[in-house]
């Protein structure tokens, strides 16, 4: 009997091969295979008048896809096969896979044939196509009711935006992302700073030297001002004695965090391991499809898009003999999962499939991103099922007239979890000297520091990902590329500043722009109180609570009012002048935009189609002239970095603010210049 498994990823495919013999064939869908068209009323590929029916076409279709051989395959396997598998991916998009797969060969929706691999070991797979059941079409409901939702108002908006600002798109969730950008940098722009100073005094006992702080002034908390009012608190602290006014000895515990979820394990990996997220997710997707460490390809982490903390009773009881075999009985500890109101529950949080797996044991079948990654994940889900570090926490106040100062120390007592996990964690010890109340000590020296205060910081990739995730805006999943967009449409960039290491979000002036006008026109729509609405209304659509396509209705009579008043109302932003005139006819030169970048052109266009380059500098000189580097454009609109001696040099770099597929598909037309 031929039996056919269909999964998404072609790597997936040959592992779960081996695993289930010979009797089955595994092939791979390659992602999706249809999608809406492109047709019909505004180009939506949903029939507006007709209840909102989707109409879809195979990929191939679209010309800008080679979809069409791997549709022709699917065809093909499945004519041969006695029994059909829809393996697609545990998620609603897997669903949503499977059932077009079945929709475009005619396999009947009732038969039990959709199976989910959580994690790809032999044990998983095989119990999972022993236990097949039916499509949930609710999951189905719930993706293609996401997807029109991101067609009509990516259609929609981005046609907008093309012809009055020019701005290349928007979307549902990339534009409140944007959004939060051009707002933290207005915050910023608005913040004026504050003068404050502090005062640390450096006591000493016998050998022992220690700092106090300055907290409270004659019983309230201490705020000082200017130069003068800390003169005049360091003056009497220097010639008057401290007096240990109380000791505060405490054990004190911390417990492990839970095993990572998505968004939890990009912030992680972008600050620890300076990966960033798109990067994140693609080596999470090679632990999960499979790799051969030495006795066959297996996955070695549990499925990478999940919202979810749970661990399965299985995987807990092996892990904690684990840590009682390799660390002793008093490491184990207990674990209870917390999982967020808002979270889909159908998925383990990201663990190792296997505890045996160490990371040192599959090191040498593992490149270095990898392995980097991998180890970060085990050791965060086994010390989850670790007992809490316990630490002694000593405060002390002293009092110096009306001045109340505190220290504070701490030791460790047990290291718990971060036996394993304390590499990622800073965990150090500051002593104390042995106090008694009463005691009185002299101050070695006393400091006044003067401090302002700092505007908000910047989105760097990771608190931008976790403020959408507080938020409840998108999920998990597509954070990653939701930022590369951004980025890519020129709308932000993303560099670190002179001086620091961390790579922040900067709004371009077309982002600002976009933004902008979205707020003026869609403040209702585009926000993200309505965005994470949305995002309830999906899970609640997957669950049954609620009808799919009264739910896109009543979005669409909401949104498509705004969409006209903006049509009607929204203008053109004149050209920013640049105060220089025409060299050929005498009129204003004036800034705009193009695929190439912006651009110094005459405002008499087309009339007079005198143009300049605008040229952004990038700060650096050229190693190989010493001349300025600048930023440009190759003919496909892709910025590089490059020697502004050209063509006398032709030196030229990546643009660390571009993403990186850029150079993937025009690195062979950067020298164009």
Known sequence: MSKLVIVESP?????????????????????????????????????????????????????????????????????????????????????AIAWHIAERFNIPLDQENRVVFSEITKPVVTNAIAHPKTIDMKMVDSQETRRMYDRIIGFKLSTLLQRRINSKSAGRVQSVALKLIVDREKEIEAFKSEEYWTVDATLKKSRSEFTASLAKIDGKKAEIGNSEEAAVIKEFCENNPFAVNDIKDEVKQKAPRPPFITSTLQQDAINKLGFSASKTMKVAQTLYEGKDVGNGPTGLITYMRTDSVRLSEVFMAQAKQFIIDNYGKEYAGYYRSKTSANAQDAHEAIRPTDIQNTPEKVKDYLTNDEYKLYKMIYYRALAALMKNSKYQSLTIRLLNGIYEFTATGRKQLFDGYLKVYGRYESNEDKNLPE??????????????????????????EARLIKTMEDLGIGRPSTYASTLETIVSRGYVELAAPKGSKTKVFTPTKQGRLTSDKLDEFFSSIINTKYTADMEKQLDDIAEGKEDHIKAVSDFYYKFEPLVQNAYRNMKKPDPEKTGNKCPLCGGDLVVRSGSWGEFIGCSNYPKCKYTENIVQETGEMCPECGAPLIKKYNSKGQPFIGCSNYPNCQYTKQDPSAPRRYYRRGVRNVRKG
């Open 435 to 460: 106090l008694r109340i009463g005691e009185t000590l002299n101050a070695k020296a006393v400091e006044a520091k003067q401090h302002f205060t700092e505007p908000p910081l910047r989105y760097s």
């Open 11 to 95: 790597s997936k495919a040959k592992t779960i091969e081996k695993y289930l013999g010979s009797d089955y064939h595994v092939i791979s869908s390659k992602g999706h295979i249809r999608d809406l068209a492109t047709n019909g009323h505004e180009g939506l590929g949903i029939d507006i008048r007709n209840n909102f029916k989707p109409t879809y076409i195979d990929i191939g279709e679209d010309k800008k896809h080679g979809a069409a051989a791997v549709i022709k395959e699917l065809g093909k396997e499945i004519k041969k096969a006695d029994q059909v598998y829809l393996a697609t991916d545990p998620d609603r998009e897997g669903e």
